[in-house]
C-alpha cells in the first residue's frame, strides 16, 4: 500500500496548488533556516581526525603567577612556555611529539615576475606531519637531522608553489624567506584540517591553509617573530633569548599515544614533570595539569562559540513557527478532503488505513519541501560565504547534512502531520456521504 | 444474510436523547432485493448505517452474513465492510481526482488483491455498466446516470454480498432512474442481495419486499400480486 498511497500523495500535491506551494514554502523555508546553520555548526564542531583524534593531546600546565588565582580554576591561557615546550619534545613520550607556533615570513619569488610577499606559516617538527597526516604532493618533510640542526629547509603549501615556482616539482630548489635561502623539501597536497585543531591560539580557526612549513628550530634561530597570540605574567627582558627562556607563553604542544590507553601513563609523566618544575621554583599555582584529546581540546577552547549554538537554536525555533503554519495548512487541506475520507471507510479502510495514507501525504509534502528547502540552503550558504571571510570555509554542505536536510524535512512535515491526520481519521463516514 | 434483533440506536447530546431506533427487527434473506421507505426522520438513514458497518448501534444484535458484529473493533469491522458489503449512494460518492479506473481500484486496494486481480475486476466491473471504454475519464465528464453507473461498478467490483443503496435515482432524472433501477434488478437476478432506501413508490413496488419505518420501528410489507401486505403485525 505504500506505494499506492505515495502516489495518492504526489496527486494530491496537485489537487489545491496554492495550499501546496504555501506548505511546501513555509516548510522549505524553516528547512533551510535549520540546515544552514546546523551545517556550519556541524562543520565547525567536525572532529578534524576521527581515526586517532582520541590518541592526539595537547598538555596544558598552569604556568601563571600565585597573584590573583583561585585553587580550582582552571587556566586561561592554552599555550605553554618556551622552556616546557622544549622539555616536552626531549621527553620520549609518546610515539609522535611536536611542539609549534604560528609564523610569517617574507618570501622572495624566484619568478622575477612576482613580487615578494609575506606568507603566513608554521613552525613545527617534523612529526607534525605524521601526527596530522599532511599529505604530500612532492618530496617529504625533513628529516630528524633537521630539526637538529635547525637546518633552513622548508615545505611549501601546494598553491604556493605553484604560484612561486609554477607547475613543477620544486624539491631541491631554493626560496628566499626573511632573506635567508631555504631549500624546498616537500609541497604539501592541498589539506584543510576544519577546524585548524593543532593551532586554536591566535588566527581563525577555520581561516587559510598554512601557506609554509619550517623547522621550530630553524624559525627560532632566525628569531622569527610568533604571529599570534602570547602570554606574560611579568616583564621579559630584551632580546629574543629572554623570550625563549621566560615564562611567558607562547607555542603549543602535542603527543601522539600508541594507543588511546596511553593516556593514563602520559598524564602520570606530566604530573611527575610539573612536580619536577615545582621542585625548581617554578608552576607556583600547584593548578591540576590536564591532557585534552582532540575532541577534548576543541570543546576546551569553545572552538564553537556560544553565538554559533544560539543561531542554531533559534534557526530551529523558526523551523518549529514554520511547523505550526504547516499544521494549519495541512488542517485546511485534510479538511476539505472528509468527504474522501468518508468514501474511503465506506468502501473499506479503517482509520488506520486512513492514517497511513494522510501521513504519506504530508511524507510526500516533506520530501518536496526538503528539495526545495535544500535548494535554498545552498545558496543561504553561498551568500555566507560571500558575505563572510571567517564563514568561508565551514559554509559547505557535506553528503551527511544533505541527507540530514531530507530527514529533517520528511520527519518535520510527518510531525505537523500528526495532528491534521489524527483529525483525518475522526471524520464520521455516515456524515459526510450524506452531506455529498 | 441481515438480521437485526431488538435494535436500538440512541443519539445522545449533553441536553437531549433522540431514539432514532428503537426495538428494530428484521430479517434480509439471501438474494432478497428490499426497499426501505419511511418519513423524513423515521430512521431510515440510521438502519442503512448501521447495516453497513457506518455507525455503532445502541444495543440489540446485528448478525450479517453470520457474523455478530456487536463488539468488533474498527479493523474488524472494516474488513467485514470491505469483503461483503457494497454501497450505492445518492451523490455518487466517486473521488473526483482519480479516473473511473482508479476510482472502482479504491476497495480492491483494500482488499488486498494483486494487481492482475484488480484490473480484471476493475475491467469486468465496468464492462457489466457498460462504461468499460470509458476507464481512463474522470468522474466530472460523465453524466449524473453514467457516474451513478461507476457507483455501482465500484460497489459490485468485490462481489459483496449485500449491496446497501441509499436512494441511488435520488439525483437522476426518470430516464436515468429507470436505468439504474433495471441495473440494480439485473444485479440482484445474478444473486446479489440488495437493500434500497427509497422515496420513490413506484420503486417500492417493483422490488419483493418493502421495509416501511416509522418513528424507529419497522413495518414489513410484502408484494403480493400487484399489492403490498403488511406482514409485521402478524409477525
Known amino acids: 500500500?505504500?506505494?499506492?498511497?505515495?502516489?495518492?500523495?504526489?496527486?494530491?500535491?496537485?489537487?489545491?496548488?496554492?495550499?501546496?506551494?504555501?506548505?511546501?514554502?513555509?516548510?522549505?523555508?524553516?528547512?533551510?533556516?535549520?540546515?544552514?546553520?546546523?551545517?556550519?555548526?556541524?562543520?565547525?564542531?567536525?572532529?578534524?581526525?576521527?581515526?586517532?583524534?582520541?590518541?592526539?593531546?595537547?598538555?596544558?600546565?598552569?604556568?601563571?603567577?600565585?597573584?590573583?588565582?583561585?585553587?580550582?580554576?582552571?587556566?586561561?591561557?592554552?599555550?605553554?612556555?618556551?622552556?616546557?615546550?622544549?622539555?616536552?619534545?626531549?621527553?620520549?613520550?609518546?610515539?609522535?611529539?611536536?611542539?609549534?607556533?604560528?609564523?610569517?615570513?617574507?618570501?622572495?619569488?624566484?619568478?622575477?615576475?612576482?613580487?615578494?610577499?609575506?606568507?603566513?606559516?608554521?613552525?613545527?617538527?617534523?612529526?607534525?606531519?605524521?601526527?596530522?597526516?599532511?599529505?604530500?604532493?612532492?618530496?617529504?618533510?625533513?628529516?630528524?637531522?633537521?630539526?637538529?640542526?635547525?637546518?633552513?629547509?622548508?615545505?611549501?603549501?601546494?598553491?604556493?608553489?605553484?604560484?612561486?615556482?609554477?607547475?613543477?616539482?620544486?624539491?631541491?630548489?631554493?626560496?628566499?624567506?626573511?632573506?635567508?635561502?631555504?631549500?624546498?623539501?616537500?609541497?604539501?597536497?592541498?589539506?584543510?584540517?576544519?577546524?585548524?585543531?593543532?593551532?586554536?591560539?591566535?588566527?581563525?580557526?577555520?581561516?587559510?591553509?598554512?601557506?609554509?612549513?619550517?623547522?621550530?628550530?630553524?624559525?627560532?634561530?632566525?628569531?622569527?617573530?610568533?604571529?599570534?597570540?602570547?602570554?606574560?605574567?611579568?616583564?621579559?627582558?630584551?632580546?629574543?633569548?629572554?623570550?625563549?627562556?621566560?615564562?611567558?607563553?607562547?607555542?603549543?604542544?602535542?603527543?601522539?599515544?600508541?594507543?588511546?590507553?596511553?593516556?593514563?601513563?602520559?598524564?602520570?609523566?606530566?604530573?611527575?614533570?610539573?612536580?619536577?618544575?615545582?621542585?625548581?621554583?617554578?608552576?607556583?599555582?600547584?593548578?591540576?595539569?590536564?591532557?585534552?584529546?582532540?575532541?577534548?581540546?576543541?570543546?576546551?577552547?569553545?572552538?564553537?562559540?556560544?553565538?554559533?549554538?544560539?543561531?542554531?537554536?533559534?534557526?530551529?525555533?523558526?523551523?518549529?513557527?514554520?511547523?505550526?503554519?504547516?499544521?494549519?495548512?495541512?488542517?485546511?487541506?485534510?479538511?476539505?478532503?472528509?468527504?474522501?475520507?468518508?468514501?474511503?471507510?465506506?468502501?473499506?479502510?479503517?482509520?488506520?488505513?486512513?492514517?497511513?495514507?494522510?501521513?504519506?501525504?504530508?511524507?510526500?509534502?516533506?520530501?518536496?519541501?526538503?528539495?526545495?528547502?535544500?535548494?535554498?540552503?545552498f545558496g543561504a550558504l553561498a551568500l555566507i560565504r560571500m558575505s563572510n571571510g571567517t564563514m568561508r570555509a565551514v559554509a559547505h554542505m557535506d553528503w551527511q547534512m544533505l541527507g540530514l536536510t531530507f530527514l529533517l524535512s520528511i520527519g518535520a512535515a510527518i510531525v505537523a502531520g500528526l495532528l491534521p491526520t489524527w483529525r483525518a481519521c475522526q471524520v464520521t463516514p455516515a456524515i459526510q456521504l450524506k452531506s455529498q | 444474510m441481515l438480521r437485526m434483533t431488538n435494535l436500538s440506536k440512541v443519539y445522545r447530546t449533553h441536553m437531549i436523547e433522540t431514539h432514532a431506533l428503537r426495538g428494530f427487527e428484521i430479517d434480509v434473506r439471501q438474494g432478497e432485493f428490499v426497499t426501505v421507505t419511511g418519513p423524513s426522520g423515521s430512521g431510515k438513514t440510521s438502519f442503512l448505517n448501521i447495516a453497513g458497518l457506518l455507525e455503532e448501534f445502541s444495543a440489540g444484535e446485528y448478525v450479517l452474513d453470520g457474523v455478530n458484529v456487536k463488539g468488533l473493533d474498527d479493523n474488524a469491522r472494516s474488513k467485514l465492510r470491505n469483503e461483503k458489503l457494497g454501497f450505492i449512494f445518492q451523490g455518487f460518492n466517486l473521488i473526483p481526482d482519480l479516473n473511473l479506473f482508479d476510482n472502482v481500484d479504491v476497495p480492491l486496494r483494500y482488499r488486498g488483491f494483486n494487481a492482475a486481480e484488480r484490473k480484471k475486476r476493475i475491467e469486468d466491473a465496468l464492462a457489466k455498466v457498460g462504461l468499460a471504454s470509458r476507464m481512463k475519464h474522470y468522474p466530472a465528464e460523465l453524466s449524473g446516470g453514467q457516474q451513478q453507473r461507476v457507483a455501482i461498478a465500484r460497489a459490485l467490483a468485490g462481489s459483496p454480498k449485500l449491496l446497501l443503496a441509499d436512494e441511488p435515482t435520488g439525483n437522476l432524472d426518470s430516464q436515468m432512474a429507470r436505468g439504474v433501477m433495471e441495473l440494480l434488478e439485473e444485479i440482484n437476478a445474478a444473486g446479489t442481495t440488495i437493500l434500497m432506501v427509497t422515496h420513490d413508490p413506484e420503486l417500492a413496488v417493483r422490488t419483493s419486499r418493502n421495509v416501511h419505518i416509522v418513528d424507529g420501528q419497522v413495518s414489513d410489507l410484502v408484494r403480493r400480486g400487484a399489492t403490498l401486505v403488511d406482514t409485521s403485525a402478524t409477525a
Open chain 1, 1 to 377: 500500500m505504500f506505494s499506492y498511497y505515495f502516489k495518492l500523495g504526489v496527486r494530491s500535491l496537485r489537487r489545491n496548488p496554492v495550499l501546496t506551494a504555501l506548505m511546501v514554502l513555509t516548510l522549505a523555508v524553516g528547512v533551510a533556516a535549520s540546515v544552514s546553520t546546523l551545517t556550519i555548526l556541524h562543520m565547525m564542531s567536525n572532529d578534524p581526525l576521527p581515526n586517532k583524534s582520541d590518541r592526539l593531546f595537547v598538555p596544558l600546565l598552569d604556568a601563571g603567577p600565585l597573584e590573583g588565582y583561585t585553587p580550582g580554576e582552571k587556566p586561561d591561557d592554552i599555550q605553554m612556555t618556551y622552556q616546557d615546550a622544549q622539555n616536552m619534545l626531549k621527553s620520549g613520550q609518546g610515539v609522535h611529539r611536536t611542539v609549534l607556533y604560528n609564523i610569517a615570513m617574507s618570501a622572495e619569488p624566484p619568478r622575477r615576475e612576482i613580487p615578494p610577499q609575506m606568507l603566513s606559516g608554521l613552525a613545527p617538527t617534523r612529526d607534525f606531519f605524521a601526527m596530522f597526516d599532511v599529505p604530500f604532493l612532492y618530496g617529504q618533510p625533513w628529516s630528524a637531522q633537521d630539526d637538529a640542526r635547525a637546518a633552513d629547509v622548508v615545505v611549501l603549501s601546494r598553491k604556493i608553489a605553484e604560484k612561486m615556482f609554477g607547475n613543477v616539482n620544486p624539491v631541491g630548489q631554493r626560496l628566499t624567506l626573511k632573506g635567508v635561502p631555504f631549500t624546498v623539501v616537500g609541497v604539501a597536497d592541498t589539506w584543510k584540517m576544519l577546524p585548524r585543531v593543532y593551532q586554536l591560539a591566535g588566527g581563525s580557526h577555520y581561516g587559510q591553509d598554512e601557506e609554509f612549513f619550517v623547522p621550530l628550530s630553524s624559525a627560532i634561530r632566525h628569531e622569527t617573530e610568533h604571529h599570534g597570540g602570547m602570554s606574560c605574567s611579568q616583564d621579559i627582558g630584551p632580546g629574543f633569548s629572554a623570550r625563549l627562556a621566560s615564562e611567558c607563553t607562547w607555542v603549543t604542544a602535542w603527543f601522539e599515544t600508541a594507543s588511546s590507553r596511553d593516556r593514563a601513563d602520559l598524564q602520570a609523566w606530566l604530573d611527575n614533570y610539573a612536580d619536577d618544575q615545582r621542585k625548581l621554583g617554578r608552576m607556583k599555582r600547584k593548578a591540576a595539569n590536564h591532557l585534552y584529546n582532540v575532541t577534548e581540546w576543541m570543546e576546551y577552547t569553545k572552538v564553537v562559540g556560544t553565538d554559533s549554538k544560539l543561531q542554531t537554536w533559534l534557526a530551529f525555533g523558526f523551523l518549529a513557527l514554520c511547523l505550526v503554519n504547516t499544521i494549519g495548512l495541512l488542517l485546511a487541506k485534510f479538511s476539505a478532503r472528509a468527504s474522501e475520507i468518508g468514501v474511503r471507510r465506506a468502501l473499506g479502510a479503517s482509520r488506520s488505513e486512513i492514517f497511513l495514507q494522510f501521513l504519506i501525504e504530508t511524507g510526500v509534502v516533506g520530501l518536496v519541501g526538503g528539495t526545495l528547502g535544500l535548494l535554498l540552503a
